[in-house]
């Protein structure tokens, strides 16, 4: 993953996290809750995650890295905006199922701390 590929990525789930954008995926619900728990704990994503094993790198959406990271930024002033006016809302992550305010948070932290280990900007918390 390049750089610009993980800040469009990142901005992607910040979508699905206040409703922007869904997904055609939907888990099924007998998975929900050991997902969703899983999810809760401190522990960290495990080094190598990737719940859809897409294995290729999708095509790039934007023409920069900054054109990237300026979307990112619009869609975490959504994403709070959003939360501020609706905090009893539910979105439906495509791995983890309808998510709430804190479930959304938690799984934001989870993910952006998963993608900087993989750039060395932060030491993995499981190493």
């Known amino acids: 993953m390049t750089p610009q590929h993980m800040v469009e990525h990142l901005g992607l789930l910040v979508a699905f996290s206040y409703g922007r954008i869904t997904s055609p995926v939907t888990p099924p619900e007998a998975k929900w809750a050991r997902r969703q728990a899983a999810l809760m704990r401190d522990d960290p994503f495990p080094r190598n995650f990737d719940p859809f094993k897409r294995g290729a790198l999708p095509k790039l959406r934007y023409a920069s890295l900054d054109a990237a990271r300026a979307k990112l930024l619009e869609h975490v002033g959504r994403y709070e905006a959003h939360w501020a006016e609706h905090p009893e809302a539910m979105h439906v992550h495509p791995y ?32």
């Open 96 to 127: 983890f199922g309808p998510l709430g305010q804190d479930g959304w948070a938690q799984f934001h932290t989870k993910h952006v701390q998963h993608h900087l280990a993989q750039f060395g900007l932060l030491a993995h918390l499981d190493a």
